[in-house]
């Protein structure tokens, strides 16, 4: 075999193998890598988007959370003015009511008191005028003398 006639054939080959290549093999290959170009582009883009969104979620996040946060104290401040106000109530009520309770037990001290120095009196009558019949001995008629006994009483 000739050296040259074996080098002018593997040239051959390699160049229709080229064209070959070039021209069935390389397109759908161009074209696959293009695809996969713009699949990771797209990719890269929707994963820029997602970031940029979810770094803008997170601000959103934040403000309502603070908000949140905010809205909290004031229903809590309000609360704790209403339970102020509900227990200023109550001890206005109970003393109202301890103040009645008072009063009325005052009233009815003072009614007693009355009605047992009537009592008192009427008995210092009856043990008057027992005594003065036991000193006269002789009876006193309490109807006949009324006038005497009621300024008696109302001496004592």
């Known amino acids: 075999m000739n050296l040259n006639a074996t080098f002018i054939v593997q040239v051959f080959v390699f160049f229709t193998l080229a064209w070959f290549v070039s021209r069935f093999v390389w397109p759908p290959v161009r074209v696959a890598l293009d695809e996969r170009r713009e699949k990771i582009a797209s990719g ?8 940029s ?4 979620v997170e601000k959103k996040v934040k403000v309502e959370l603070a908000q949140a946060k905010a809205e909290n ?11 102020a106000t509900m227990i200023a109530q109550a001890k206005e009520t109970a003393e109202a009511e301890y103040s ?8 009815e001290v003072e009614q007693q008191m009355v009605r047992a120095k009537q009592a008192l009196r ?35």
Do not use: C, M, P
Not at 44 to 51: G, Y
Not at 124 to 145: D, F, P, Y
């Open 73 to 83: 104290q004031n229903l809590i401040a309000d609360a704790e003015k209403r339970a």
């Open 44 to 51: 890269l883009k929707a994963a820029e988007l997602a970031q």
């Open 100 to 107: 009645r309770i008072l009063d009325t037990a005052k009233v």
């Open 53 to 56: 969104n979810l770094a803008e």
């Open 122 to 156: 009427e008995q210092v009558a009856a043990l008057a005028v027992s005594g003065a019949e036991q000193i006269l001995k002789r009876e006193v008629n309490a109807s006949a003398h009324a006038d005497l006994l009621a300024a008696l009483k109302a001496k004592l």
